[in-house]
């Protein structure tokens, strides 16, 4: 079992920046691939991120690209989300996810998530 949880979301101003954390206690983390998620109203959940064990290897969605950063500390047992250049079209709620396995096999994550956490809202105001 894994347990997430995530903070640092809140209200910021477009062209702001945020970082979310995420917390992970239970199965030993360097053991597993991190990824988040985010979850716009009305909307599906999609991918944003995903950061392999080691932290060496990372993939982001296109529309974050150049934008959002991911890194981990194994010793802290935490990964996080850098965000800058913030638009409105990134208000949503973000989620963290611990994958299956310490590789990233799928490059969107999607089907390699096996724990969640309960998300942190990022509004971002124009």
């Known amino acids: 079992q894994v347990q997430l949880v995530e903070s640092g979301g809140g209200l910021v101003q477009a062209g702001g920046s945020l970082r979310l954390s995420c917390a992970a206690s239970?199965?030993?983390?360097?053991?597993?691939?991190m990824g988040w998620f985010r979850q716009a109203p009305g909307k599906e959940r999609e991918f944003v991120a995903a950061?392999?064990?080691?932290?060496?290897?990372?993939y982001f969605a296109d529309s974050v690209k150049g934008r959002f950063t991911s890194s981990r500390d194994n010793a802290k047992t935490t990964v996080y989300l850098q965000m800058i250049s913030l638009i409105p079209e990134d208000t949503a709620v973000y989620y963290c996810?611990?994958?299956?396995?310490?590789?990233?096999?799928?490059?969107?994550?999607?089907?390699?998530?096996?724990?969640w956490g309960q998300g942190t809202q990022v509004t971002v105001s124009s």
């Open positions: 996810a611990a994958g299956e396995y310490g590789t990233i096999r799928d490059p969107q994550f999607g089907s390699e998530v096996a724990y």
């Open positions: 239970g199965r030993t983390f360097s053991s597993y691939a």
């Open positions: 950061i392999s064990w080691s932290g060496i290897i990372k």
